[in-house]
């Protein structure tokens, strides 16, 4: 049986605040709490493999995304010390 995550692979560009990469970044230190070695692109297609592909809940996480202050994610993501370090191969990415 093949498995979707050995399927041929197709890079793309996203373009997002810093406050989302810094949240993805955030979720794959989680995921290493969770004992789970994994990379910033296997778990963005982790999330949009598995997402309920109903067009009212899709319209209701646009929505609920738009309406997010800019603050809204430093405020859920500043009290994690507990998680731990990730460092990403490759160089460091800066925030301008």
């Given at each position: 049986?093949?498995?979707?995550?050995?399927?041929?692979?197709r890079t793309?560009?996203?373009?997002?605040?810093?406050?989302?990469?810094?949240r993805?970044?955030l979720?794959l230190?989680?995921?290493?709490?969770?004992?789970?070695?994994?990379?910033r692109?296997?778990?963005?297609?982790?999330?949009?493999?598995t997402?309920?592909?109903?067009?009212?809940h899709?319209?209701?996480?646009l929505h609920a995304?738009?309406?997010?202050p800019a603050?809204?994610l430093?405020?859920?993501d500043?009290?994690?010390?507990?998680?731990?370090?990730?460092?990403s191969?490759?160089?460091?990415?800066?925030?301008?």
């Amino acid at each position: 049986m093949e498995l979707l995550c050995h399927q041929r692979r197709r890079t793309t560009s996203v373009g997002w605040p810093v406050d989302v990469d810094d949240r993805l970044n955030l979720l794959l230190r989680a995921a290493a709490a969770a004992g789970e070695r994994t990379s910033r692109s296997e778990l963005l297609a982790a999330l949009v493999a598995t997402v309920d592909l109903d067009p009212a809940h899709l319209a209701a996480l646009l929505h609920a995304y738009r309406q997010l202050p800019a603050d809204a994610l430093v405020a859920l993501d500043e009290s994690h010390d507990d998680l731990p370090v990730v460092r990403s191969p490759g160089p460091r990415r800066t925030h301008a």
